[in-house]
């Protein structure tokens, strides 16, 4: 079955950083990568050169020149409205198997509001959506051969923060990660009977991935810190990546300001994995 993983383009991506990534996350003889560019408005795209092949957009055709030297299946397009709507629609249309996007510096009232474009598409992504920091590059070691060693998933207890778990044991099956399955609980690891059920709760999750062949630690902390303990242990525990669940645009859930997974989009150094915890269609990372 073909793979789709779509590429979102505004120019401030890390061109090399997400060429890097893309070669290991796709597998070239069953994935076709999909870039994508959107214009905020018709005058926009007019000034670009709207008679122009997608691939040939400036801010594409560098992805796009050496994707298919590479041998990689590489489809162009741009669109016009709003990117959010834009990058979720197609992510549908596809379907896409993952999006590859940055999240950056972001500047405004409705963007202190809302959250960057990559937390807005989070919430309403059909599929995982794999993030980088255009500000924040993890530059201070040399990429290694093994790119994904040491997998990080923070867990509160709850089913919404339990739905990334598929996608984790196929994640980590894939890459041969080791994941960290981690609770900052506060009080409740203190008191005896709230630890046993958040140790119990990670112990159920923690069998299930050993039980399907994956290297797995349990960790859990009483500083009800949960957005630094989660940073503090990316950074001491060499962790390569976080995979985190959200809440999507259903239900109830709390301000995304306030969002753990938000923060933590914000703040890490490293790459992240995250999904809504209600997505609108299955995608081969989950099931």
């Known amino acids: 079955m073909l793979e789709r993983i779509l590429i979102p383009v505004d120019g401030s991506e890390l061109f090399d950083e997400t060429l890097y990534y893309i070669e290991h996350l796709g597998d070239r003889p069953h994935t076709e990568l999909v870039l994508l560019h959107v214009f905020p408005d018709q005058a926009a795209a007019n000034s670009s050169g709207s008679g122009k092949k997608a691939s040939e957009h400036p801010l594409l055709n560098k992805y796009y020149d050496i994707l298919t030297r590479d041998n990689w299946r590489v489809e162009a397009k741009v669109r016009v409205g709003n990117a959010v709507d834009e990058i979720t629609k197609l992510a549908v249309q596809l379907p896409a198997s993952l999006t590859v996007m940055s999240t950056h510096g972001r500047s405004g009232v409705d963007n202190i509001r809302e959250g ?10 059909p599929c995982p959506v794999f993030i980088l920091h255009s500000t924040r590059p993890d530059m201070d070691e040399s990429h290694h051969e093994h790119l994904f060693r040491r997998m990080l998933v923070p867990l ?26 981690f609770h900052d609980g506060g009080a409740e690891c203190e008191d005896e009977d709230h630890s046993l059920r958040k140790k119990e709760v990670l112990g159920r999750h923690g069998v299930s991935l050993a039980n399907a062949g994956v290297s797995v630690r349990l960790d859990c902390s009483t500083h009800r810190r949960p957005i630094n303990e989660i940073l503090t242990r990316t950074d001491e525990m060499n962790i390569d990546i976080v995979v985190m669940a959200t809440h999507g645009n259903g239900g109830e859930r709390r301000p995304l300001e306030d969002s753990v997974t938000a923060n933590v989009m914000r703040h890490s150094n490293r790459p ?16």
């Not at 960057?116 to 992504?125: D, G, I, K, N, P």
């Not at 992240?272 to 099931?287: A, E, F, I, K, Y």
């Open 272 to 287: 992240l994995l995250v999904w809504s915890s209600d997505p609108q269609c299955s995608t081969s990372l989950h099931g």
């Open 116 to 125: 960057s474009v990559a937390e807005q598409v989070v919430r309403q992504s």
């Open 156 to 181: 509160d207890g709850s089913e919404v923060s339990a739905s990334i778990m598929p996608c984790v044991e196929k994640f980590a099956k894939r890459f041969d990660t080791e994941v960290m399955l």
